[in-house]
């Protein structure tokens, strides 16, 4: 899974394509794929040690307010898919993941992605963490990958 | 819609087959046809008079604890699907809904199904109704479909 | 519904949000928009006299490659959701869709999204469609949307 | 996950509950537990040697017939959830598989299920496998389960 390994910052999440998340051309569907990106970021939060079950049960939702996703390639049923994700962004009103998924073995990618959250507190309020919380404490610790000139042209292309 | 044409106690429901429904077979997944029959008992409900997102703000939440279907005829993308739905038990624990499936057009049908639901109070215990509650009162007025003997046997042979 | 009415070129597709596309936070998940963006496309194709389905059996499919969404406020299980629709830009080898997302009866729109798609031949290759074919007649009498510099700047701000 | 541990014939998958796969009332859709039923079969069939994909690039689909669920607790979202699968009856028809899911570390079951499925030729039309055939050759080589008295209760109970 050389494509796909961990650089600084990034957590590699591997899944198997199923039957229920294709469609009628013999594919994956394009919103399977959104499923597989929150598993990704659950558990990139959960390789650098923060449970997304627990930040909710302690009143942070984090929901996804902005979504990109470029389909380069198709994923089959039973194909294994890497999905690997980085914290590009963040700040107390949002954070920023991206992207980058590969089937096993190749190297070019199937897609690119990128998500915005913004947090809500248990009312459901888009909120500004503050700089004293226990949330923000907990986000600040969390990894912020390196973007080279390229990965952020890559974005802005989108 | 003459084969799906409702009868005493019986609502349709038409729905079209989306493409994120199917699968690589070409055909509606099977796992489609539950949230079908999901819409079906809704509306069935709302057609009686009773909103379920009304019941469960009022504290009534009516999960499926059993559910059998058989698959009979492969629908397809953009398939006109009317859902036959009529409630066939309904105690103090629990209610059974039974449906039957067809493809817009055609008199043999696509699938039959039956779900069982309990009541789960809000703190998500199964409980039975008080016969003097509110609740209760509500799902008495509901008809009862008079199940012929075909029917029955139709269910039996499950 | 006087807030997603039907403008030149555009369609309004309406649908109820089913419990199987709420999640835990109580609302629609975000995955659930993307089948509504797709049956909003498929209602204005059948609108403006073209069968996605039978497009796909002439051997032309239309494959999601690039999509992007703004989540604006949360939709709930039951609400009613009216999906506008036009095609803001089409070549030989992609269209473009826009939509925007209502709760009937409000005017602050749920979402805003964006999806691009290629043209595919029935060996699965991304074509041109030649300016002579059938597909390219079809496609060249839908009308295409008139975007405003309001409108231009909401994409571009994406 | 000794609950789950394997018996003879019997092979266990693991997942986890992803967020897409709640509903509001805060548990796993029901309609969430058929894909985990599908990838439990996909990787019963793979541990004993064959693949689902292999066999329906040769030709062969098994979509399923009929399907069983008895809901007994609820599983929430980030839960692990072990689904052990067997083989509990083969004809030259028809092949059923029969289901009991566990909570990770939880000795009592979610759910239990039984699928019915037939054989379909690439035409779509439903076969007997003739005796001779590579189909049915592959398929006897795979284990039955040895349904003690108590699971054949069970089952019938559904």
Do not use: K, N
């Amino acid at each position: 899974m050389q494509q796909a390994e961990a650089r600084t910052g990034y957590h590699v999440t591997s899944l198997r394509v199923r039957y229920a998340e294709t469609d009628a051309m013999g594919v994956a569907h394009h919103a399977s794929f959104l499923p597989w990106l929150e598993s990704a970021r659950v558990e990139w939060l959960r390789h650098f040690g923060v449970s997304y079950a627990d930040l909710e049960q302690a009143g942070l939702r984090m929901p996804v307010v902005e979504l990109r996703i470029h389909y380069l390639a198709p994923a089959r049923f039973d194909d294994i898919v890497h999905v690997r994700c980085g914290m590009a962004e963040r700040t107390r009103t949002r954070v920023r993941f991206i992207y980058t998924l590969f089937r096993d073995g190749q190297s070019a990618p199937l897609a690119e992605a990128e998500t915005v959250h913004c947090f809500l507190d248990p009312g459901g309020r888009a909120v500004r963490l503050a700089r004293e919380s226990r949330h923000w404490h907990l986000l600040q610790h969390l990894p912020l990958i390196d973007q080279a000139p390229g990965d952020a042209e890559g974005i802005a292309a989108y």
